[in-house]
């Protein structure tokens, strides 16, 4: 969460990202299935962390805030497009058999153990008396971790209660960077923000216009660049992980100078792609996710907050516990998961209360007076960061509006595999041309990422938000 407050023209960050068990070891893992089912449920934060935003600069009382909640789950509400869209993935794109997780289909199946449409009504009465214990007692609900803890214990996974009270958010400084008159606020390692921060940088070199998209030839030429600068952001993602577990000073500081970017800037072959080796020599897996939902917030005083929240993928580990009706994470997927012997370690290993990598990159703009330009945010994996990245360089380089910087087709590249994603209905003659420059292309899956962001125009004072056709959304005035 970035919090940005315009009065102090400065910005807090609020890192409720979950965090290994006390008992999650490396070995502990090895040669382990960790993607789904108890082993994947990493300590839970995002209560904790929106409790520590609350105290600092709430104002409402902390119960109100979760009446409508406790609302939609007592009283029932209608399945969303959305989720019922990721349900039929599950079944039939992942295979899973949802009978196979009982409490998880009470909530989300019919009586024949088929997944819930759209439209169909979902009950979740016993997460409204956790959310309402919650609201009346604080974050720190005994009976709650309790039988969160019993739950995930007894189903063999690691989490404890002394896990869940011993949670405590990371309040941060804001990774800041500078682009001409604006300033860029975001979130750290092992976050998507030290990423998106070089990518940007690299990018504001190039001096981009509105003329670098003009005709089809110039908007790959553009492009191309973009690519070759998220594929050297990515090869130094790599290297990343928690701070606070390994020494990535150095690196972070580096990708964070306007003198490296400088450098990569220079690297950048105008006239081709290469292979991964020209990047970097470290390949690791790549992360995937799609359990993230993202909200932009801009008020009327100019103060403004990005958050990001996930439990990972669709559905998290795919358990419900029953006494509390919350859907556990499988946050613990995010880790590198190795061989026993592995004579090239990564950074982002278990280790007890270490924070795995994400591509989450929440993100407050801000001009030289001090008002928000622009407040973005997505979801969507490790597509977060390239697409984040791309709506800003529409809107702050190429100068297109927010509706159109975020309606347009996107790409995405994770250097590993060596492949160029795009997005169904992506310009042919512009992808011919980057075919060119020797990319690889893929055709992606409908709906790369959703963004969600708000747009102040600096000389007009407008104000603008979109929440991303991708996903049905509708920005909205909670005050008028």
């Excluded at 407050?5 to 070891?25: F, Q």
């Excluded at 929106?50 to 939609?72: C, D, S, T, V």
């Excluded at 992360?287 to 103060?303: E, M």
Aim: proline share 6%; aromatic share 10%.
């Amino acid at each position: 969460m970035v919090i940005y407050n315009k009065s102090s023209h400065a910005a807090d960050v609020i890192n409720g990202r979950e965090t290994a068990p006390r008992a999650a070891t490396q070995q502990r893992y090895v040669n382990q299935s960790f993607s789904r089912g108890p082993l994947s449920i990493a300590v839970p934060g995002e209560i904790m962390a929106y409790w520590a935003a609350h105290q600092k600069y709430g104002l409402l009382p902390w119960r109100q805030l979760f009446e409508p909640a406790i609302k939609m789950a007592r009283d029932g509400h209608p399945l969303s497009q959305a989720t019922a869209r990721a349900l039929r993935k599950m079944k039939y794109d992942y295979k899973i058999n949802f009978v196979v997780y009982p409490d998880f289909c009470s909530v989300f199946c019919d009586k024949h153990g088929d997944p819930l449409k759209e439209g169909d009504r979902v009950m979740m009465t016993n997460l409204s008396r956790t959310l309402h214990a919650i609201a009346e007692l604080g974050p720190n609900v005994t009976h709650v971790n309790q039988n969160l803890a019993k739950y995930v214990q007894d189903m063999g996974g690691l989490l404890t209660e002394t896990d869940l009270e011993g949670y405590s958010p990371r309040v941060e400084p804001p990774l800041s960077q500078q682009y001409g008159d604006i300033t860029m606020y975001t979130v750290g390692a092992p976050s998507g923000g030290p990423v998106l921060g070089l990518i940007l940088n690299i990018i504001d070199g190039f001096n981009f216009t509105h003329e670098d998209i003009a005709i089809p030839e110039a908007e790959a030429a553009t492009y191309h660049k973009i690519i070759e600068a998220i594929k050297f952001s990515f090869a130094d993602r790599l290297r990343m992980g928690d701070p606070r577990f390994v020494d990535i000073h150095d690196l972070l500081t580096k990708i964070a100078s306007r003198q490296y970017a400088d450098y990569v800037r220079r690297s950048i072959d105008a006239d081709k792609t290469h292979d991964v080796s020209f990047y970097t020599n470290i390949t690791r897996a790549s992360w995937r996710d799609f359990g993230t939902s993202h909200i932009s917030v801009l008020a009327a005083n100019g103060d403004a907050v990005s958050v990001t929240s996930t439990v990972n993928w669709y559905f998290g580990s795919m358990l419900l516990s029953g006494a509390t009706g919350i859907i556990l994470n499988n946050e613990m997927a995010d880790f590198s998961k190795l061989p026993q012997h592995d004579s090239n370690p990564s950074l982002n290993t278990i280790e007890p209360g270490k924070q795995p990598l994400s591509s989450m990159c929440p993100a407050v703009f801000v001009n030289k007076m001090g008002y928000p330009v622009l407040v973005v945010g997505a979801a969507g994996g490790d597509r977060i960061t390239t697409v984040t990245a791309q709506v800003a360089i529409r809107i702050l380089w190429l100068k297109q509006t927010l509706d159109t910087a975020i309606s347009e087709k996107r790409f995405h590249h994770r250097l590993s595999p060596n492949i160029l994603q795009w997005e169904p209905g992506f310009s042919q003659i512009v992808l011919s041309q980057l075919s060119q420059y020797g990319h690889e292309l893929r055709k992606a899956k409908p709906k790369m990422s959703v963004v969600q962001a708000i747009f102040r125009d600096p000389e007009t004072g407008e104000v603008r938000a979109c929440s991303d056709e991708r996903k049905g959304g509708s920005p909205s005035f909670i005050y008028s």
